[in-house]
């Protein structure tokens, strides 16, 4: 059974650029979830993606979107970059029976300057 | 809106020694309970869950977890902690919204 994994594992972009990060979810999972975590922080939920529509959302601005295709893998999207927006992106998924028990890949971690 | 607060940023202990690592949530609904660990440049593993009846939950790697609903607590208890148990641990809570809440984290440094 292969788990949630990140790609790619480290990123550096420049302040106003965009950035695509990738995510597959472990097999058999159909609900994917996103959070920002900011160095000496806890991970902030950012939104979750359950069955390819969007489920359930943190308090992160337009500019943070996301993507689930029918494989369930997904994408998170940020315009406009920030340097603030510096942090480690990690995904999350889970099944319809472990709905609450998620299952964490081990992040992205993007530089922006 | 609900909250997450770990007390503690930082807990040393020696090796062998007990531990408790301590959460406080706030929510006007009813929640579901985690705790979950992160070990350096790694992402986060679950350690255990409470949703619902006994309030005392065992976890891996020895740990467990007791639900109080009176004092909105859920304290991380472990008796004996190894030098491998060197990691920060993630107090979190979600909502019938399917909002995850994570607290601050509380890196635990055991010590031989």
């Known amino acids: 059974e292969t788990g949630v994994t990140q790609s790619p594992t480290h990123l550096i972009k420049t302040r106003g650029q965009q950035v695509t990060l990738r995510c597959s979810s472990q097999s058999g999972h159909n609900t994917v979830s996103w959070y920002q975590q900011a160095l000496g922080q806890g991970p902030q939920f950012i939104f979750q993606y359950y069955r390819e529509e969007e489920n359930g959302r943190g308090n992160f601005p337009p500019r943070f979107s996301g993507l689930q295709f029918p494989n369930y893998s997904s994408e998170l999207n940020v315009n406009a970059l920030e340097l603030d927006d510096s942090a480690l992106y990690l995904c999350?998924?889970?099944?319809?029976?472990?709905?609450?028990?998620?299952?964490f890949g081990p992040g992205t971690r993007l530089t922006v300057t | 809106a609900q909250s997450v607060t770990q007390l503690d940023s930082q807990v040393p202990v020696f090796e062998e020694a007990p531990v408790e690592l301590r959460c406080n949530y706030s929510s006007s609904v009813s929640v579901y309970l985690f705790w979950y660990v992160q070990y350096p440049n790694q992402g986060l593993q679950l350690l255990l869950k409470y949703l619902s009846g006994s309030t005392l939950v065992k976890g891996i790697n020895g740990f467990e977890a007791e639900f109080n609903k009176s004092q909105t607590s859920f304290h991380l208890r472990k008796p004996s902690v190894h030098i491998s148990d060197t990691a920060e641990y993630f107090c979190?809570?979600?909502?019938?919204?399917?909002?995850?809440?994570f607290g601050s984290g509380t890196k635990l440094n055991v010590k031989p």
């Open positions: 999350a998924s889970s099944s319809d029976r472990g709905r609450y028990e998620q299952y």
């Open positions: 979190a809570v979600i909502n019938n919204f399917n909002k995850f809440y």
